[in-house]
């Protein structure tokens, strides 16, 4: 069995559970059908474990370095990205009209699944590159789209999102970059953009023929101030090469690598400080970076939103999969390492046991399964929403979705941030002292998996973003949307006819009960500072709570699988969803009461206290 | 104010709390007194700033190479140790019959809490050389004390202990060393070893003359079989060079570095596999290890455990201090990082603010010093009884110290290393991107810190510890005691005068009656496995009561403070009670139910399922 994903667990989860084959008959997908679906899927699987897995420890044990000239990677990086992009993944969603596979997202993130599990430093490359096509696709003009989107879903090209500045990472609104204007041409409104950029994941690299940057900016006034807050944030497109006929690459633009950051983790990936327009190239006989407006001004932050929630989802997958990949190494491990005996089986002349044969270790393998299939499922549940917001055929259902997928964009992108790096964690556990070591993986997947409840909106971010926007936004009709899902749910477990789905059903219903009563109590709370106060503990409760959810619709959906074959994986979804019920849903109680009693001792500490 | 530690908490946790000048009236300590205790911790503060501190990043991106002959180290190392040897810190608790200081064990400890904050990686050297010389001391014959224990208390040579093999980590009792009866001399009944011992930390180095290991083996019986379990193991002290006239070394031992591990942090110590008597050099013109026994033939687990059981306590205060500094560091940052408004300011035109002034930075913060400070006090406690025990004028209370500190041990062991890792996590979270760069030294704390759980027993094993032996051992004696001493604070704040103690108190008296309940019902299974089933959640609630115990006593001691100056002190130390009072000990009852309940997910769960 690959260590790298479950394709059982994945077919189960696309098929039996959110019958991804049914997009077939939509319009949109009507080419496709179960089996290009499930060649793709192998095709990935094997493109992940051929070329992605194997050079996953040497891209960790050789950072990104700059030789002041050319940022350098190992060699197996490029190899990777070629194959995969001649396969033609790069643009698996993306419309045919643009030369791309129509393939539903959920379809494409299931794939993804493999990269994000094998390397997540190579693949970062194209999913960024991937997400800025997308933008650019849906927000660009013709020009814009067939100049700069192009050459990215063809893999030839790459790009970024620039957001964060030295002094501005949370605080986008605090940025400094000024794009001055600079006339137009065929490519739409130019501009000369000066400024520092911080924090670009693949910013500088020579991984295909030119880097196409999103970038934040602020147009001066006509006093030549800028705006403060993020009212006055536009956005541009700035390439490392400005674009010249056919596809090829003119001038080089006026962007300049200041260095590269050293990390934790997530190495094989570069990550920039960039310098805009210091001069250190004259495209068009002039200093500062050329760039192209796209989407109206001040409307920056708005437009770059598209893409930093598939970015926050992207997050969301990237520690899903880190999760995974660790549970299946520690679950092989466990299975091979003899040591110690059972407390019935005591008699020192017997041979030791494989350490799954210890309790303690099947719970730390049974957590593992929770959070890191639980995520999964979630995740996909979430690609499904997009799908559905796309091209749902009934347009209720695609307002809905996109109701619930802005409500839940929070906890995609937390909730495995932080459970499935738990799970990582427990990985190493099971390993023991050889899981401390770099003999083995586990330590590095542990590494990788820190930077996601920090980037893209670190985890408090996301609370705040929760609980101070997406829980009241639209008069509050996606909290009672997700509401009657669940309450749908809940339904349905309660009439189900086995032992344990009913007693899921109430629990279920009962921690739902008690979050509605602690909305209400939030939206009395007039105090800004207070409200938002606990909303860290406020969205562990709801994470968990979504997550119960859906692992109960796994359950379900379980139950349903008939085939002998089937017998012990459909045990072993029962058994997590059971786990997760009794060993992780209990938590929430607590959180919620902190929300609900104001806790407020962060509140009242003082800095001269500490 | 020092990053490293605080001078100012370990002398409120010293003096106003635990009262250690007092220990200066028994006659061990006559010698000492507050001044010249003040002195020592000075020199070590400075020692730890000036020499140790800063090379700990350098230790860490230079991790120790073998050369197919030596150990190689950055030099800053023994640069440090000399100083730390010279200034005769390698004898500080140990009796002045054998050239050492005699401070209180206390005293000890909260000097070296400044080592391993500062250097984690160069401290442990010394520390393993203590802790074997005083097992030497303690258990060895007095030529084999003046032969091995006082070269390491003189810093002149070190020690290790050398427990595990490559198929027994955990299980001791799988050991395979032999240990042939080689005749006897001065030393004592002198062996040859052959075996191959595993995770020797400061297994091999040149740091100092000598290194002497104490290495666990078995003496085969007269059919030239090894007694399976742990009823077979002896000790045995066995020197890298043979002893020689006064104090000199000789033949070089048949002990060979076969490798060294690379690791995931705590890279500054040499973690070595080590083959003893494989023939790669002759002492005394034959194969085989020369070592001398300690204690009797048979007990050497007992033994060990005295060392096992310091190494228990040393690892807890490891996880502490890193937890510690990982804190100041974070507290420094976030005064200093200005990022955002707090929702009451939103103004754009306005300054950006200190992050510390966002109620999420400073819950992040106030969880660190709940756990980092809990832990110091829960670890100068367990100290203490150390010193009681040893020298407390009434036998009762040695007897009853000594109960104690075997209930606790396994929690001082196990929640600093899972809750200042916590929040080492915490560190990096509030400095966000920054701490995921080797620029800043929290990710280093962290990934130091994850060893901790791991080592020295795993947290899952001082669970069964707890579980399975501790509470139950001596007819419930230590547990009773521990009852009536938190019994003993309850009573004490709940006729405190001020807002929080009352309810403090009956918070604890609530979760301590729990506690008492469920180990009723623990006593009442018969089924070993699903007694230990749930050793873990029993271990995590134990260990949450015990440290609200000491919070709650760190509060009442800081009510005392009646210092203008103090005010701000005593003001963080309520406010970390009140929090960990309201946010941690109510984690306490999930934990219990669990316990209580018998959850048996993980029991029930079979390997197919996975």
């Known amino acids: ?49 051929e070329h992605f897995a194997p050079h996953n420890r040497k891209s960790d044990d050789n950072e990104p370095h700059f030789d002041g000239e050319r940022v350098i990677l190992i060699p197996e990086v490029k190899q990777a990205l070629d194959r995969f992009a001649e396969a033609g993944l790069c643009a698996m969603s993306a419309p045919e009209s643009l030369g791309g596979m129509q393939l539903p997202y959920t379809l494409e993130r299931a794939g993804f699944a493999w990269f994000l599990a094998a390397n997540v430093g190579t693949i970062s490359y194209p999913l960024l590159s991937m997400a800025n096509a997308n933008l650019i696709a849906r927000q660009g003009s013709q020009t814009q789209i067939d100049t700069f989107a192009r050459p990215q879903y063809e893999g030839r090209w790459h790009g970024t999102m620039c957001l964060s500045e030295p002094q501005a990472g ?128 001040g409307e920056g932050l708005k437009c770059m939103f598209q893409m930093m929630n598939e970015a926050r989802i992207g997050v969301g997958f990237g520690a899903i999969m880190l999760g995974y990949t660790g549970y299946l190494h520690a679950l092989d491990y466990a299975r091979l390492r003899p040591q110690g005996r059972p407390p019935d089986r005591r008699d020192p002349h017997g041979p030791q046991v494989p350490i799954i044969q210890h309790s303690d270790v099947r719970r730390m393998l049974l957590a593992q399964k929770a959070y890191v299939e639980g995520g999964l499922a979630l995740g996909l549940y979430s690609a499904r929403l997009i799908d559905d917001q796309l091209s749902h055929p009934q347009a209720s259902a695609r307002t809905e979705a996109g109701l619930l997928l802005e409500l839940l964009t929070p906890v995609v992108k937390a909730w495995p941030a932080q459970w499935c790096l738990a799970a990582n964690d427990l990985a190493i556990q099971v390993y023991g002292g050889a899981g401390y070591t770099r003999d083995y ?88 500072e207070r409200r938002l106060a606990n909303a860290q503990s406020y969205l562990l409760a709801f994470g968990h709570i979504v997550v119960a959810w859906i692992w109960l619709q796994q359950a379900l959906a379980a139950r349903g699988l008939r085939a002998e074959v ?22 929430v109680g607590r959180w919620l009461d902190l929300v609900a009693e104001g806790e407020d001792s962060a509140l009242r500490m003082q800095d001269a206290w500490f």
Request: charge should be negative; charged fraction near 25%; aromatic fraction near 6%.
């Open 1 to 49: 069995m690959s260590r790298i994903a479950s394709a059982r667990d994945i077919s189960f989860l696309l098929y039996d559970w959110l019958q991804t084959d049914g997009l077939c008959q939509r319009q949109l997908f009507a080419e496709h059908s179960r089996e290009t679906f499930d060649a793709v899927l192998r095709l990935c699987e094997q493109l992940a474990s």
């Open 441 to 528: 993986p586990v330590e590095q997947f542990w590494r990788d998996n820190r930077l996601n409840p920090i980037h893209e909106g670190t985890n408090g971010i996301q609370a705040l973003d929760l609980v101070g926007r997406k829980l009241t936004a639209h008069q509050g009709k996606a909290m009672a949307l997700l509401a009657a899902r669940i309450g749908a749910t809940v339904a349905q477990a309660g009439a189900a006819d086995d032992a344990d789905s009913p007693e899921q059903a109430s629990r279920l219903a009962e921690a739902l009960a008690r979050l509605l009563e602690v909305n209400a109590s939030l939206a009395g709370e007039p105090d800004g």
């Open 170 to 297: 949370s605080s986008l609104g605090d940025i400094r970059t000024r794009a001055e204007p600079d006339g137009e041409d065929e490519l739409g409104a130019r501009y000369r953009l000066r400024g520092n950029k911080m924090w670009i994941s693949a910013g500088d690299h020579e991984l295909g023929d030119n880097i196409v940057h999103l970038v934040l900016a602020k147009i001066p006034g006509e006093d030549g101030q800028l705006l403060p807050g993020s009212a006055g944030i536009s956005l541009f497109i700035v390439p490392k090469f400005l674009p010249a006929a056919a596809g090829s690459i003119g001038d080089r633009n006026d962007i300049a690598l200041a260095g590269l950051n050293h990390k934790l983790g997530h190495r094989g990936t570069s990550n920039c400080l960039l310098n805009f327009g210091e001069g250190r190239w004259l495209p068009q006989q002039a200093a500062g970076a050329i760039g192209w407006r796209i989407g109206a001004p």
């Open 566 to 587: 089937d017998r012990d994986f459909a045990a072993g979804k029962r058994s997590a969803c059971r786990y997760f019920f009794r060993c992780e849903l209990t938590k």
